[in-house]
C-alpha cells in the first residue's frame, strides 16, 4: 500500500501565506487618471494692476496672476518670470535682479513678491512671461512709483489758498465799514483802505 506523506498545519500555513505574497506582488497597481496637458496657455491679473508703490518708503504691492488652459482651468506646474523694466521707473526683487520667476500652485496662481520700487516716479510696466513645454503666454502689469507725501502737499497748498481768500475777505469788509462811516460828512471824501498781506501774521490798515 502506498501511503501518503502528511503536511503539517504548520507547512500549510507556511504555503498559504507564500501565496498570498507572490500574489500580492505581481498584481498590477490600479492606473490613475492623469488630467489632460493644455493646448493653450492663457493668463490673468488677479491682483496688482493700477497699484501705487510708495517710492519713499520703498514698499510695492504684490502682482498675483492665474494661468489657464484653453478651456479657463488652472494650470499648476506652469513657470511664470515677472520683467522689471531696465530704465526709468522700476524696481529690483530680493535677490538683486529684475526677474522673478515663480511655479504656479494647484489653483494655476503665481504671486509676484519681494520687489522694491527705486526712487523713479512714473509708470511702471510689468511683463509677465508663462511657461510650459512648447506653450507661452504673455501679459502686462501696470503700476505707478509715486511718493507717499504727494497728496499731503496738494493738501497743503489748497489750505495757503483758503487762508489768503479769507485774509482778503476780512480786508474788504473792513474797507466797506470804513467807508460807509466816511460818507456821513459831506466834506469828507471817502477813501479805500488798502489791503496789506504779509508773512506771517495778516494786517489790515490804512496806507
Not at 504555503?15 to 498584481?27: D, Q, R, S
Not at 496637458?37 to 502682482?63: D, V, Y
Not at 469788509?173 to 470804513?178: D, E, P, S, T
Request: glycine share 10%.
Amino acid at each position: 500500500m502506498k501511503t501518503r506523506p502528511r503536511v503539517s498545519r504548520a507547512s500549510r500555513l507556511l504555503c498559504l501565506m507564500l501565496a498570498e505574497t507572490i500574489a500580492v506582488t505581481y498584481t498590477t497597481p490600479p492606473v490613475r487618471a492623469q488630467a489632460p496637458e493644455p493646448k493653450q496657455l492663457n493668463i490673468s491679473i488677479l491682483e496688482g494692476e493700477g497699484a501705487i508703490n510708495n517710492i519713499r518708503q520703498r514698499t510695492a504691492r504684490e502682482a498675483i496672476v492665474q494661468v489657464q488652459d484653453e478651456n479657463h482651468k488652472p494650470v499648476a506646474g506652469v513657470a511664470v518670470t515677472f520683467f522689471l523694466a531696465d530704465h526709468g521707473a522700476s524696481g529690483v526683487f530680493s535677490n538683486g535682479s529684475r526677474s522673478l520667476t515663480v511655479l504656479t500652485d494647484t489653483n494655476g496662481q503665481a504671486a509676484m513678491r519681494g520687489m522694491t520700487p527705486n526712487n523713479m516716479a512714473g509708470k511702471m510696466e510689468i511683463r509677465v512671461s508663462a511657461r510650459l513645454g512648447n506653450l507661452n503666454a504673455d501679459a502686462v502689469i501696470t503700476q505707478t512709483n509715486a511718493a507717499g507725501a504727494a497728496a499731503a502737499g496738494g493738501a497743503a497748498i489748497s489750505g495757503k489758498v483758503i487762508a489768503l481768500i479769507v485774509i482778503v475777505a476780512v480786508g474788504a469788509a473792513v474797507g466797506a465799514i470804513v467807508a460807509t462811516r466816511g460818507g456821513s460828512s459831506a466834506s469828507t471824501t471817502p477813501t479805500t483802505p488798502a489791503v496789506v498781506i504779509t508773512p506771517g501774521t495778516p494786517t489790515v490798515g490804512h496806507p
